[in-house]
């Protein structure tokens, strides 16, 4: 079975420009999540979609992350403009829904380098 | 504000030794995950425990559940070099959002 995949595994952008990343979760799996993992830091939820709807976008920075889910399968994260702080991890995880254990499973990850 | 904690932050332990990392949450979960992450990769699932008292084995790792002290333990024994990697705990108090733990960056030295 296919793992959950992710592009590009590495960006360097400066400041203030603009920067998109994809996932692709696995077969199946309706719910799909957008996390950032700061250096040292546990990942954070962004956003959840389940299908192609949002769940949980609480903690996303709206005014300046985006995010889309537009078939309900692969999903495309945007940041415009990058701040230095923005330099992190973004992991996609997946999980097949519903299900009692709700066990997400992680794509390899996208390190931005904001400079 | 839900927290999730770890200690130890850092462990650094000798092969062939026994520790345990401890991941305390303050609100009321009754799923707890524990995730390996090896440097520059991804998550991978270690244990799912599902239910107050649940203890799950794999290898050298033995991870248990206490949800009246909101308390899981994931116990290392007789380490390897290979066991060397940050371990992460999760809560998911709400459905299948999950909140991580600080992570304990672990070292295995000969």
């Known amino acids: 079975e296919a793992g959950v995949a992710q592009s590009p595994r590495y960006k360097i952008i400066e400041k203030r420009q603009s920067v998109a990343f994809w996932c692709n979760p696995i077969?199946?799996?309706?719910?799909l999540y957008w996390y950032q993992q700061i250096l040292g830091q546990g990942p954070k939820l962004l956003i959840q979609?389940?299908?192609?709807?949002?769940?949980?976008d609480s903690q996303l920075p709206k005014d300046r992350f985006s995010a889309e889910r537009l078939k309900g399968v692969d999903s495309t994260l945007k940041i415009q403009p990058a701040k230095l702080e923005d330099s992190a991890v973004y992991l996609c995880?997946?999980?097949?829904?519903?299900?009692?254990?709700?066990?997400?499973?992680f794509g390899p990850g996208t390190r931005l380098t904001v400079t | 504000e839900l927290k999730v904690e770890q200690n130890p932050l850092f462990l650094s332990m000798q092969e062939g030794k026994n520790y345990t990392i401890y991941c305390n949450y303050s609100?009321?979960?009754?799923?707890l995950y524990w995730y390996r992450q090896d440097p520059g990769k991804s998550l991978e699932s270690l244990f799912v425990?599902?239910?107050?008292?649940a203890v799950k084995q794999e290898g050298r790792l033995m991870a248990s559940l206490d949800t009246k002290a909101r308390l899981s333990t994931l116990h290392i024994t007789a380490a390897v070099h290979d066991l060397s990697a940050t371990y992460f705990c999760a809560v998911a108090p709400n459905t299948d959002k999950l909140i991580f733990g600080t992570g304990t960056r672990l070292q295995v030295f000969p």
């Open positions: 425990l599902l239910s107050n008292g």
């Open positions: 979609f389940q299908n192609n709807g949002v769940v949980d």
């Open positions: 609100t009321t979960s009754d799923r």
């Open positions: 995880a997946s999980s097949l829904n519903p299900g009692t254990v709700y066990e997400q499973y």
């Open positions: 077969s199946g799996h309706a719910t």
